[in-house]
């Protein structure tokens, strides 16, 4: 006969949808580790006490057990350790150790916490979670999810539904679409071309870093040897020339001073040289421009002398 399971009313209630904050990422503390330890702690010191304490409490009435008999070989006296494990064994196994436990830790307790306190440099046994975003579709967390483990590999991260209960901290090989920490599974989890893009930055980083360490180096060359910079490194990591400047632009003002303004320049020269006439005598043999009324004459005889050619 086949047994039926029992329907349990369903106690996880679920929350009222939130516009926009579907999914969410979140990492969990759990000091489980140290619990356990702490644990085996406990028991491992009451453990010693409790062996050495019943041990002698036992031997004791071993020995008195053994005055009745007085000198006698070590076969009687195996026989006599039987004999009384035979007539003694509803008052050796009367104490359980879970009771003996309890006593313990209550008259131990206190002490006992300072000095795992003291031996652990004071760990917390407080657990822990962090909500680390919210987001519409489960693909906007999942990329956040990843972001978030680059930047704290020290946590794992989960991608979740808001308003549903999740499993704390659930193991990662019982979970669909965690971030793990290890290396290995990263790299089998992430996007080719993600990794490549990632590559490609390192490797621009790289060249940036060696031309500023270039520049630099060329710097102190060249102050040790008393020489003249020819090239520097902007902020983009692109190389110039120190001599004509980042955009090889001449300012306008040094254009008009090398034209004008040098020493070498003549002006008398250009004011009384026939070669070089003035500005009013240029003026002077530049034909002037033709009146409205001279322009109408001009086009009448032009037209006028087309006419012929046509005939």
């Given at each position: 006969?086949?047994?039926?399971t029992?329907?349990?009313?369903?106690?996880?209630e679920?929350?009222?949808?939130?516009?926009?904050?579907k999914f969410?990422?979140?990492?969990?503390?759990?000091?489980?580790k140290i619990?356990?330890?702490?644990?085996?702690?406990?028991?491992?010191?009451?453990l010693k006490?409790?062996?050495?304490?019943?041990?002698?409490?036992?031997?004791n009435?071993?020995?008195n057990?053994?005055?009745?008999?007085?000198?006698?070989?070590?076969?009687?006296?195996?026989?006599?350790?039987?004999?009384?494990?035979?007539?003694?064994?509803?008052?050796?196994?009367?104490?359980?150790?879970?009771?003996?436990?309890?006593?313990?830790?209550?008259?131990?307790?206190?002490?006992?916490?300072?000095?795992?306190?003291?031996?652990?440099?004071?760990?917390?046994?407080?657990?822990?979670?962090?909500?680390?975003g919210?987001?519409?579709?489960?693909?906007?967390?999942e990329?956040?999810?990843?972001?978030?483990?680059?930047?704290?590999?020290?946590h794992?991260?989960?991608?979740?539904p808001?308003?549903?209960w999740?499993?704390?901290?659930p193991d990662?090989?019982?979970?669909?679409?965690?971030?793990?920490?290890?290396?290995?599974?990263?790299?089998?989890?992430?996007?080719?071309?993600?990794?490549?893009?990632?590559?490609?930055?390192?490797?621009e980083?790289?060249?940036?870093?060696?031309?500023?360490?270039?520049?630099?180096?060329?710097?102190?060359?060249a102050?040790?040897?008393?020489?003249?910079?020819?090239?520097?490194?902007?902020?983009?990591?692109?190389?110039?020339?120190?001599n004509?400047?980042?955009?090889?632009?001449?300012?306008?003002?040094?254009?008009?001073?090398?034209?004008?303004?040098?020493s070498?320049?003549?002006?008398?020269?250009?004011?009384c040289?026939?070669?070089?006439?003035?500005?009013l005598?240029?003026?002077?043999?530049m034909?002037?421009?033709?009146?409205p009324?001279?322009?109408?004459?001009?086009?009448?005889?032009?037209?006028?002398?087309?006419?012929?050619?046509?005939?």
């Amino acid at each position: 006969m086949e047994k039926t399971t029992p329907k349990l009313v369903d106690l996880l209630e679920e929350d009222n949808p939130l516009p926009g904050q579907k999914f969410v990422c979140v990492s969990f503390v759990s000091p489980e580790k140290i619990l356990k330890d702490k644990s085996l702690y406990f028991f491992e010191k009451f453990l010693k006490n409790w062996d050495f304490r019943k041990s002698l409490e036992k031997y004791n009435q071993f020995t008195n057990f053994l005055a009745y008999k007085y000198n006698l070989s070590s076969e009687d006296v195996q026989n006599d350790l039987k004999e009384f494990v035979k007539e003694e064994q509803e008052n050796l196994l009367n104490d359980t150790i879970e009771d003996e436990y309890k006593n313990f830790i209550d008259l131990h307790e206190e002490k006992m916490e300072n000095d795992f306190n003291a031996e652990n440099d004071f760990k917390t046994n407080v657990r822990g979670v962090k909500v680390r975003g919210v987001f519409e579709t489960q693909k906007e967390a999942e990329i956040r999810c990843k972001l978030l483990q680059q930047l704290d590999p020290n946590h794992d991260v989960y991608v979740g539904p808001v308003g549903l209960w999740m499993p704390w901290e659930p193991d990662a090989y019982k979970t669909g679409r965690v971030e793990h920490i290890e290396d290995e599974l990263n790299r089998l989890m992430h996007e080719k071309d993600k990794n490549e893009k990632n590559a490609k930055m390192h490797f621009e980083k790289r060249v940036k870093n060696a031309k500023k360490n270039a520049i630099e180096e060329n710097k102190k060359i060249a102050l040790e040897n008393n020489n003249k910079l020819t090239q520097n490194i902007d902020e983009h990591g692109n190389l110039f020339s120190v001599n004509q400047g980042k955009d090889n632009e001449v300012p306008l003002h040094d254009v008009r001073k090398e034209l004008f303004d040098e020493s070498n320049i003549n002006r008398d020269r250009l004011l009384c040289d026939p070669n070089h006439p003035s500005l009013l005598e240029r003026s002077k043999s530049m034909p002037l421009p033709s009146t409205p009324e001279e322009e109408n004459e001009k086009s009448s005889s032009i037209d006028v002398d087309a006419s012929k050619k046509v005939d």
